[in-house]
């Protein structure tokens, strides 16, 4: 790959550009990734008190009491969204979570919904048994015309329209019914909708959250979910998974624009693919090799690629020895006959069956592994189920955690999810191009850092990530930390900035209890006279970038004037980086009683 950002990339490219994650154990994808590289398992095993189900399913001798519990499935932040309390108590635990993960992948992506002019395409996966669990449709007494007339709350169906609704986006908005292959079904749709011109990004995902919770399931022979809680993907002794709860979201635009927008591409999806089974099914609800192979060789031709090249394979593995030899039978035919290349995992292993969103834990898995150029362990194998015939195939399992180094030259990473019904689907991602050579940051020279946030209880805490965010990552440059803390972020009502020469200041700044010296803050702002600013239609012009033109700009902005930062970084060369972000402050909204 070249290094030029004029090159031509494949029309049929597209760049994840932001990704957003909440599992079992894990409240951001950099704590999932911690969960994987560390080998841990996050599903949780209950005390009786803490299941809310009938007692005698609880004492049945087949009952297993584990669980990957969702910290956050109660709770919300509906004051970044403009919702009232009302409103937020009738939104269904799915609608509130791909809300939040929506935002946080725009963000992340370094996007602020406000200077948005594009169409942005919002699909989404989750279960509709989950609101029939969480309450019955509300009505006009019991919570007014707003949850009615104004968004649906409780339905499945308006959860991606939602999200464009409060986010102040417009642009296309599915919801999709694929059961457990649903996330990979709404990124492809999201593709499909980018490469054919309709939305110019989209995010794409899905959320689960499994009511009661937590709970525990039972236990049937040859069914796939796991005899004492463990799942062990193409173990001898696996006995299927365990249930989870999650929400992954992924921001998404086509890789020749992501490029020429100065955009962070954590991986690229190169092809994708999704059929059903049908009436070829053996039995309903179980995997068809035939037709399963299908979809992943169609995956590798979509994306133009051979089997050869791809050295991750993110397998569904349910660790259930009849359902993993027919996935490992379908991935074999798809991939040829070339033995001992490709890498295979199994994330369920560390967070359960998310359902919806299962096939989202491994995508985020497979985009993390391409960005470190790591390939995670898969844990709870320990006797490797002998009937797979690893040798006679084309994969390996990763039983220890090892640095990626394939023989092709390139990464690539294919991840298949299974649905009940039939539903096959795979996503075939690559890492991103390395970017383009620019020239060292200029040092000394001045830059405006800015935060805001609703309250200064919110803006402390902003304050505080983003200190620690750049202790942790020394190579980050300040020009593309301002770029993307200027355009990237929501402006709201508590500011900060600060006029800074080097990382070390800005460090320092944060750090500060007191608004002095570099940093000044809406709660102790000096006074500006508005007239002495030339304007536009998008707020204050600078009237130059040294360091009192600077501080000016930085008191009178804090102050809450509109400031033209698209004018501010005219010429320059920052990139947006991952950087954190909105610190929501959730309470726990739960229907009790109507």
């Not at 992943?296 to 991750?312: F, K, R, W, Y």
Request: hydrophobic fraction near 40%; proline fraction near 6%.
């Amino acid at each position: 790959m070249t290094d030029s950002p004029e090159q031509e990339y494949d029309p049929g490219d597209v760049a994840i550009i932001g990704m957003s994650l909440r599992a079992p154990g894990a409240r951001t994808k950099e704590q999932f990734w911690d969960i994987l590289v560390n080998g841990r398992e996050t599903v949780s095993f209950l005390a009786k008190e803490d299941i809310h189900v009938d007692e005698t399913l609880i004492h049945s001798p087949f009952y297993v009491r584990a669980c990957g519990v969702l910290d956050t499935y109660d709770k919300f932040d509906p004051s970044v969204f403009g919702i009232s309390d009302r409103m937020a108590a009738a939104m269904t635990p799915e609608n509130r979570l791909f809300l939040e993960s929506a935002w946080e992948s725009l963000e992340d992506g370094g996007y602020d919904p406000d200077r948005l002019k594009a169409e942005i395409g919002m699909y989404g996966a989750n279960n509709p048994q989950t609101a029939a669990l969480y309450s019955s449709p509300p009505d006009r007494v019991s919570v007014g015309p707003e949850a009615i007339e104004a968004s649906l709350a409780w339905s499945p169906d308006t959860m991606t329209s939602n999200a464009l609704y409060y986010m102040g986006l417009t642009g296309e908005a599915v919801t999709v019914a694929a059961v457990c292959a649903g996330f990979h079904y709404s990124v492809h749709l999201a593709c499909q909708s980018l490469l054919l011109g309709q939305s110019d990004m989209a995010i794409a995902g899905g959320s689960m959250v499994r009511l009661p919770h937590p709970r525990g399931h039972l236990w049937e022979e040859n069914r796939i979910l796991s005899k004492d809680g463990h799942c062990r993907p193409f173990d001898a002794n696996g006995t299927g998974t365990a249930l989870s709860s999650g929400v992954v979201t992924v921001l998404l635009k086509p890789l020749g624009q992501a490029v020429a927008d100065r955009d962070h591409v954590y991986a690229v999806v190169r092809g994708s693919a999704v059929n059903n089974n049908g009436v070829s099914a053996m039995a309903y609800g179980l995997a068809q090799p035939e037709r399963l192979s299908a979809c992943i060789a169609a995956a590798m031709e979509v994306g133009g690629v051979t089997p050869d090249t791809v050295s991750m394979y993110e397998a569904n593995g349910l660790g259930l020895p009849m359902t993993d030899e027919l996935e490992v039978h379908a991935a074999t035919m798809a991939f040829g006959k070339q033995t001992a290349t490709t890498s295979i995992g199994g994330v369920k292993g560390n967070v359960g069956h998310g359902g919806v969103v299962s096939g989202g834990f491994g995508a985020i898995k497979a985009a993390l592994a391409l960005y470190h150029k790591t390939l995670p362990a898969t844990i709870n194998l320990t006797e490797v189920n002998q009937d797979l015939d690893f040798p006679s195939t084309p994969f390996v399992p990763q039983i220890e955690g090892a640095a990626w180094e394939p023989e092709a030259g390139i990464r690539r990473a294919g991840i298949t999810s299974i649905g009940g019904g039939g539903y096959n689907a795979h996503l075939l991602l690559e890492e991103a191009p390395a970017p383009a050579e620019r020239a060292p940051e200029e040092a000394g020279r001045p830059r405006l850092a800015t935060l805001s946030a609703l309250d200064d209880d919110a803006l402390g805490r902003q304050r505080t990530r983003l200190k620690e965010w750049l202790e942790a990552n020394p190579g980050l440059r300040l020009d593309d930390v301002c770029f993307t803390l200027n355009l990237g972020r929501k402006v709201m009502a508590r500011r900060w900035a600060a006029v800074v020469r080097s990382r070390e200041e800005l460090i320092a700044a944060l750090s500060d209890d007191a608004a002095r010296g570099a940093a000044t803050t809406t709660a102790a702002a000096p006074r500006t006279d508005p007239g002495a600013f030339s304007r536009n239609d998008s707020g204050i012009v600078p009237a130059g970038r040294d360091h009192e033109a600077l501080s000016d700009l930085a008191a009178a902005w804090v102050t809450g004037q509109q400031v033209d930062f698209d004018a501010l970084h005219l010429g320059e060369a920052g990139r947006r980086v991952p950087l954190p972000t909105y610190p929501f402050q959730p309470r726990r909204f739960w229907r009790t009683d109507w």
